[in-house]
């Protein structure tokens, strides 16, 4: 019944393309139903019906680089993604985050070092990614 369910809302946006709360649905139906690959590609469809939003273009990446994802495996996709994320919202959290790690894995020590110092910046003293921070700029 729910795979039903979700082959009508995904017929329903071949009619209806720009439905950019259709597309995130599908995307989170595709999660819960185990379909990574289905729902990293109903994502890219969002982030093309939402070109201006980086929460949208956020949501796409974290679908390209999943937690766990070894950091030397990031995808071009991610990297311009996090660049779109940026440009977008300069001062966004999770995208610094990003953008600092990309720097990290290419060999930037600097720029990571100064992404994620403005990342610790605006996260709360208690914020439980601080200590990983940390331990990224001590390395």
């Known amino acids: 019944m729910i795979q039903s369910m979700v082959a009508r809302l995904a017929g329903r946006l071949e009619e209806n393309p720009d439905d950019l709360d259709g597309w995130l649905r599908l995307a989170r139906a595709y999660r819960v139903l185990g379909r990574g690959s289905d729902e990293v590609k109903a994502l890219g469809k969002a982030a093309e019906v939402a070109p ?42 999770e995208g610094m985050f990003f953008a600092g790690m990309i720097a990290a894995s290419s060999g930037d020590k600097i720029a990571a070092r100064s992404l994620w110092q403005g990342v610790l910046k605006r996260l709360g003293p208690d914020a439980p990614a601080r200590e990983m921070l940390e331990k990224r700029l001590q390395a």
């Open 52 to 93: 201006g939003r980086a929460d949208i273009q956020l949501q796409y990446a974290r679908a390209l680089f999943p937690p766990g994802t070894d950091e030397t495996a990031i995808s071009e996709d991610f990297k311009r993604l996090i660049v779109k994320v940026r440009d977008l919202d300069p001062e966004n959290v």
